[in-house]
């Protein structure tokens, strides 16, 4: 195992690179901190994250999972248990013993619980799965609304709507008896969860919405915007990264969860698992605790199981300990990348405000949206990329970045820039053409000295 011994206080670093280089760059300062933390738990919490499993109740009696889950993770789970087969099995009449089995293990050990899901087109009982119109939207909501306040004050996030958009290109809703209720049956589940447990943190939950560029992770994006600007009480969305090597974990991860919480929503890696093994699977792992560890709201990580042998895909071998409970080097590389923490926590730069995310007020008439993106970091300058969004079609656009004193930019890159006079406002245009279709997004990136100034950029578009 290669934990780090010396290392940098979280964030002060300021240099978005490897663990080991961390490491690395750690030793050469050698500055000394805390003890590392020596189980997952205890790595995430050095920044207030938690570090989570789903957990199944027949397996809790199986000593070598009980005793890797209690020792690891500190945010359970039900695999199934929740669902709404599981917990109203005929209607009216609620089923919550394998459920209480998992909360009350969890409650016992000092553990937070994820509620997992209170809608969703899959997992439906029977006499649901034949309902439809009113009397289906009233059942669901009912379902809310029972199983919400059956457990309320018990749990810490609940996925209110589970896997609700359609994969492909459409980026639009996926059909199901449900969306068939009516394009509001979601506002309406979260208005319902929020009545019966007011202290929940309410999520969507969704799968293939890892990749910024995809149009399902568009979809869910101005859903949530949506909602967040109606009043509509969501408070999380759930990314569950299910990954393997048809669907690898994208290198702008950071961008979509920056971006998500940007919305003013936390991000949660809800269901991680990563099939391969070895080296590379280790890699792709430390990548997703990266990019998580770099976003402020990203406030925790939970794997879809404890050993492969638990997995529900079991034969990829997609989780952090192997059959009989040994470590794997997927999970030392998560540890190692919690202890060495990230380019952005919770308590980065703690002299130094640190700015919140913000998407500035369409602009141009509400036809496109900027939003920054905070990149890599090195002592005396960082980088940072504006993505713009075209909210209709469009021909062209404009972008301006304003930096504060002392900031000066010194490179740009996939735009062509201009200054005003005084070298603090840069307008940016598209090199090509500036077309967008409705839902498109382009981007454009830069690097900042800063002088001493960690302050972001602020960023508007217009378009034409
Ligand atoms: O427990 C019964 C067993 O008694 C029976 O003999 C056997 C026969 O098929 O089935 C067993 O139940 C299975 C259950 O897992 C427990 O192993 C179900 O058939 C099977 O459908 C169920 O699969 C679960 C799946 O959700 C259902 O949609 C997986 O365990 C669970 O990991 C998976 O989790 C989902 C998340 O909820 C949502 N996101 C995707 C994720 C992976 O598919």
Not at 285 to 307: D, F
């Amino acid at each position: 195992m290669t934990t780090p011994r010396l290392r940098h206080r979280r964030g002060r670093l300021g240099a978005a690179v490897s663990g080991l280089a961390v490491t690395a760059l750690t030793v050469a300062l050698a500055v000394p901190a805390a003890a590392a933390g020596s189980t997952l738990q205890a790595a995430a919490g050095e920044s207030g994250r938690y570090f989570g499993t789903a957990i199944a109740a027949n397996r809790l009696s199986d000593s070598t999972y009980s005793t890797i889950a209690n020792r690891e993770f500190n945010m359970i789970t039900a695999e199934n248990e929740m669902k709404m087969d599981a917990t109203e099995p005929n209607q009216n009449q609620f089923s919550y013993g394998n459920a209480d089995r998992i909360v009350n293990w969890a409650r016992s050990n000092g553990k937070q619980v994820r509620g997992h899901a209170l809608a969703w087109h899959s997992q439906q009982p029977g006499w649901m799965q034949n309902m439809s119109g009113t009397s289906l939207r009233n059942a669901m909501l009912n379902h809310v609304t029972q199983v919400a306040t059956y457990y309320r004050g018990k749990i810490h996030s609940w996925d209110v709507v589970n896997e609700a958009f359609a994969d492909g290109s459409s980026g639009g809703r996926r059909d199901s008896n449900l969306q068939r209720t009516g394009n509001d049956w979601i506002e309406a589940a979260f208005r319902a969860a929020r009545a019966a447990d007011p202290n929940a943190k309410l999520c969507y939950n969704d799968y293939n919405t890892d990749n910024w560029s995809h149009a399902k992770t568009q979809g869910v994006y101005n859903m949530v915007r949506d909602f967040k600007s109606r009043g509509v009480p969501i408070d999380c969305v759930g990314f569950q990264a299910h990954f393997n090597s048809g669907n690898p974990v994208p290198s702008n991860y950071d961008v979509t969860l920056r971006n998500f919480a940007a919305l003013g929503v936390d991000v949660q890696i809800t269901e991680l698992d990563i099939e391969g093994s070895g080296s590379s699977q280790a890699q792709q792992y430390q990548g997703v605790v990266q990019a998580c560890l770099s976003v402020a709201r990203c406030t925790g990580i939970t794997v879809w199981g404890v050993r492969d042998s638990d997995s529900w895909r079991a034969s990829g071998t997609p989780l952090l300990f192997d059959g009989s409970g040994n470590k794997k080097a997927a999970y030392t590389s998560v540890l190692n990348q919690l202890n060495a923490g990230g380019t952005t926590t919770p308590t980065q730069n703690p002299t130094t405000p640190n700015p919140t995310p913000t998407t500035p007020p369409p602009t141009g008439g509400g036809s496109c949206t900027a939003t920054y993106s905070e990149g890599q970091k090195w002592n005396d300058r960082f980088n940072g990329t504006v993505t713009i969004r075209a909210n209709t079609n469009i021909s062209g656009w404009q972008s301006t970045v304003t930096v504060r004193s002392p900031q000066r930019i010194i490179a740009t890159w996939s735009g062509s820039p201009s200054w005003d006079s005084s070298g603090n406002v840069m307008t940016m245009r598209p090199s090509g053409s500036g077309a967008l279709s409705a839902g498109q997004t382009t981007s454009f990136g830069f690097t900042v000295q800063h002088g001493g100034n960690w302050a972001w950029p602020s960023v508007t578009c217009s378009a034409s």
